[in-house]
Structure formats: C-alpha cells, structure tokens
C-alpha cells in the first residue's frame, strides 16, 4: 500500500499512473541519470559504498541499498544474501518517504514498498519465459497500486510490450548504451551507423545532421549524438504507448510490435497463456473495433471471456432447429446485407429457430448476442483462407455448443471452410447436419433452398414462431445473463416486461418502473436502482462500502469487499446497511479491496435505503 502511486488507466496488465514525489510523474516512466531523477539508488553493500540519508532529498524516492544478484541464483543462497542486507537497510526503513526494494524472482515473500524494482533485469532479454513468469509472481504478491521498475531493459521496440506486461517504470540504460556502441535504434529495429546511407528519423538530433556528418566526427562525440536519438526514440515509444493504452487498443499495437524479434514473439505468446492475470483488468465491454489480425488474437483475453461466458452463461433459446450461418463484415450481423438476405428468405419462420454465427476469432455468436463486446465490434482480414489453428478452435467452440444444445434439425447455411468446420463437428459428434447452399450462400438458388428447408420443417412439425416481443425480450435476457451471470435475465426481463424502444436502443419495463436500458455502442444492459434492487439476490457483481455515502465517484478505501470477478467497464452494484447505488467499475473488484488510492466506480445513482 502505497501514498506515492496511484493507477488511473488501464488496459488488460498495461497501466496509466502518477508517481507523486517532488511533482506528479506519468507513468509508464522513463528514468534518466542524472541529478533531477526523482528515484535514487542508494548503493550497493557489497561495496559498502551506500548513501546517507542525509544525502538523499526528502521528496525522492530511495531504492533501499542492497547486494544486487544474478538472475539464475539459487533459493537457498539469495535468502542468505538478504538476511545479510538487513543491517545495511535499517536505517532506511524508517525514513519518512517513498522507499523501492529491489527484489528477486527467487523470493517468496515481498516486503512493504512503493517501487519494486526488478533486479537483474537486464538478463532477461531474450529469456521470455522467465521474465513473462517473474513479473506476473511479483504483480500476484504486491499491492495493485505499487509501481514495479525493470532496470536497463527497455528499448524502443520492446517498450510496449513491457507495459503490455505490466511493468510502469523503465530507463535509457540501453538506449545509451548501444549509442555508445555505434547503434543506432529506430522503433522496430537496430543498425550499425556505418551501414546506413541516411538516417531515416526526424528527431531533433537527426534532422540537424546527417551521415556524412557523423562520420566526420570523433568518436565521443558521433556516440554523444547517436545515444540521444536513441534516447529520443525511446521517449517517442512512451508516448505511442500511452495513447494506445488510453484507446483501449493497446494489444493490436504490440502484436505488431513483437514481430521485430523472435523472444518477443514468445514472450506475448507466453503471457497469452496466463489469461486470468491478463482477464484481471481488461474491460468487459468497449465501443472501440477489436482488431484480429494475428493468429495471437485467437488467444486474445477478450476472446477467451467472450467464449467462456457463452459455454458458462448462455442458455440457449427454446428451440428445435438451429441454423449455423457465416459472418458478415459488417457488425452487427443483423444490418449486414449478407444477413437481412437470410433473414428476408426465411420470414417469419426465423422466429422459430436459433441462429448461431460462425466466425474467428471468437468461435461462435449466438444471434442474440450480438451486440455484446466484442461480437460487434470485431474486424479481420479477409482472404478467404482458414488456417489449421483457426478451423480447431472455432470447431472446438461448435462442438461443445453443440454437445450442450440438443435439437431435432440443424441446418447449416455456409460454404467453403465454414462447410469443412461444420462438417468435422457433425462427424465427431454422430450427427446430422442439412446443407442449403449452393455455392454462394447469398445466391437467389441457396436462399430459395434455405427458406424451403426451414419452411418444410415447421410445417412438418407445425413449430409456432414466437411473438415479435419476444425476441426482443430473448436478446435482453441472454445479454442479461452473459453480463451478471446466469439468472439474472429471469431477474431483469420478467414474463410480463415491457420492451420499449427500437433497435438497439431497448428498454426493459415492469408496468411503469424502467429496470435496464441497452447501450448500443458496447451492448452493456444499464440497471437502474430499481433494477439493482432485483439484481441483488444473485450476490453477484457487488461492491460492499463503509458505513457512508458515496457521492460522484467512489475510491478504493471506502471499499471493504467486492465480487473478485468483477473487471473495469462491468457494471456493479454499491450496497451498504443504508445505501444503494449503481455505477461502472474503473478497477477490478480484487483490486478495489487491496488498493488504498484511486477511483473504484464511477458512480451513476446513488440512493438512501
């Protein structure tokens, strides 16, 4: 816990915060060397040649003096080595002031800090694993709003993928370094300076000299000059990563960042494989379009929640035929043309069947949900190509949707890979599936044999189509359930509701009192207090305050517990012995317990009960 850091943005383990010293530092931060760095080492014990407390102003924050430690060292022999620095941090710890330990992956236990500081950083490059499994320790063990530094690491293309990690402050250790070294950076990769015919940057430095003019100068001086721009080229990826994370599309960024090298590539496949740290505070819902344009989107935390909610979550509607369709480039599948053609062939029939979307990266959509995050607001290139490990995940998704559902018909209106993936489920599952396109499935002939299919079917089993209120009330109760968990869409879009509104923009209604509305732009369902109050036997997406009344935002310390599955943009519910009130979550509910600063949920109604 700490007074000197505070995370104001987040974006899956990627962070915006203030560290408040002498003034207010942004982070992620890099740190220069020099006098005017707001975070001092106060020295190795090894040499005994540590700083004073005297010497250090009392607006800096200190790393506590330590023995610092190779990477691969072993258990046994770095508690050792601790328990020998007690001593020399003694005086320290005591000092009225932000303080950082520098700490190592073979501690169990972290103590008390403002700053964790990764030693031995720099032997991480190239070891993917053991920095993806390190960082994601130290984030589990220490508090949420603590900063954790990694000490000559950062590069100009790795920073973002050390953010994306969860790492806040770094430094130009590197940069200058390999300045030094006659290297010259740019944001995806390194050259010798010697090898270059011109220097591709416009930075300060570059634009006010050339080859030519490098080569001409000694050596002090020519790595004086490249050192900056690297510098400089750092600072600039900073900036690039800040506003991606601001956007909420920082992921899309360093998948095209991590191409630059292969331990990068493997470090964001790793962290992939860590979804619930990642999960932990990557919004719920956006209005933002997701872009899927590596194969790592497959495994993207968005998609994982989005296909776990629908095998948890989703119950499917009451029906005996289920029609499989293709996707469609444009989001919502309902306005696309492709769609409104399946639509106008089947007529009223559609009410009597479910339709489920095939499409990558999310597997399958149920056509009433939709509207949800990121079912509409997904893009992908296009080529026509399916890869082996798009066909096995999106036919994993179909088989368990599949095995979880029984229906008497299931009629497959697709073509070409969608053809081969519904094909294979059938296959591994024993059953049968009707296909109805010829070729194109927008074709006059594939569009008359679906509508016939179908029409054959319910008359043959004379299925009555549901009412038009209905399937509205159908939507609203999976996007209830698929938000708050199963149940609530009974709780939220009783028998008897009242759907006013068009298309998106629904409102649920019991006689004359509103329960929910349906934001268009992320597919969310908004309680009202009245709703709220339904929604609080489920015990599900609660925030418990102290004994107050919250007013426009409420902040992290007046939270005494809340619903661990909880995620930033998720809609909750405040309650104590005298208040009700609704709000959208800022921070995950288990950071909402553990932190001491910053804002919880941004509140929208508050009443006294």
Known sequence: MTKYFEVTKRDAAARIGRLMLDKQYQTPFILHAGAESPIVYAGTLWARNTLSIDQVEPDKLVILPDKPMPLHLEQNKVEKILQSCTAGQQAWEDRDG??????????????PADLYVLGASGQFENNARALVDTVIKVR?????????????????????????????????????????????????SEHKYFEMTQLPCRCNICSNTSIE????????????????????????????????????????YVEGKCRSRPWL???????????????????????????????????????????????????????DILLLLPCSARKPYSISHSHWLFSRALGSNKRTLNEVVITSPLGIV?????????????DIPVTGHWDCQEREWVGECLCDYLQKN???????????????????????????????????????????????????????????????????????????????????????????????????????????????????RTGTLI??????????????????????????????????????????????????????????????????????????VDLRQVKEI
């Open 265 to 319: 590539v493997a470090l964001l496949r790793l962290l992939d494989q860590e979804s619930s740290y990642l999960a932990r505070n990557t919004p719920t819902f956006r209005s933002r379009t997701m872009y899927a344009n590596s194969s790592e989107a497959l495994h993207r935390s968005e998609v994982i929640t989005f296909n776990e909610r629908i095998r948890s979550r989703y119950q499917a509607l009451d029906a």
């Open 213 to 252: 003019a490098l080569q001409e100068l000694n050596a002090p001086e020519r790595c004086e000059l490249i050192a900056r721009h690297n510098i400089n080229k750092l600072e600039e990826e900073r900036s690039i990563t800040v506003q991606y994370i601001r956007n909420g599309n920082l992921r899309e």
């Open 527 to 600: 309680p009202t207090l009245d709703g709220a109050i339904r929604l609080r036997e489920l015990k599900t997406y609660q925030v418990k305050i102290d004994d107050f009344i919250p007013k426009g935002s409420l902040l992290a310390p007046g939270v005494l517990d809340a619903d661990p599955v909880i995620r930033p943009s998720d809609q909750v519910i405040i309650v104590n012995e005298r208040v009700l009130a609704v709000g959208r979550a800022q921070m995950s509910g288990t950071e909402m317990v553990l932190s001491t600063r910053g804002v919880a």
């Open 366 to 378: 149920p056509k009433e949900l939709e509207l949800v995050y990121p079912a509409a607001h997904y």
């Open 406 to 520: 029984n229906y008497s018909h299931i009629i497959a209106h697709v073509d070409a890979a969608y053809k081969d993936i519904c094909q294979n489920a059938a296959d591994t599952l024993g059953l049968d599936i009707i296909y109805t396109s010829c070729g194109s499935v927008t074709s006059d002939k594939s569009l008359q044999l679906l509508g016939s299919t179908v029409n054959t079917i319910v008359e043959a089993q004379r299925y009555k189509p549901r009412k038009s209120a209905q399937v509205k009330k159908d939507i609203l109760k999976a996007t209830a359930d698929y938000q708050f968990g199963t149940g609530a869409g009974h709780i939220l879009v009783p028998a008897n509701a009242l759907i006013k509104g068009s298309y998106p923009k629904y409102r649920i209604y019991d006689d004359e009192v509103q329960l929910a509305a349906l934001e268009p």
């Open 98 to 111: 932000a303080l950082g330990r520098i700490i190592h992956p073979a501690m169990q236990e972290f103590s």
């Open 140 to 188: 589990n063990n220490t508090p949420p709003d603590t900063a954790l530094y990694t000490p000559a690491l950062a590069t100009p293309d790795n920073l973002a993928l050390l953010v994306y990690l969860g790492i806040d402050i770094v430094d130009d250790t590197l940069p200058v370094l390999k300045g030094f070294n006659d290297i010259y950076m740019t944001h995806f």
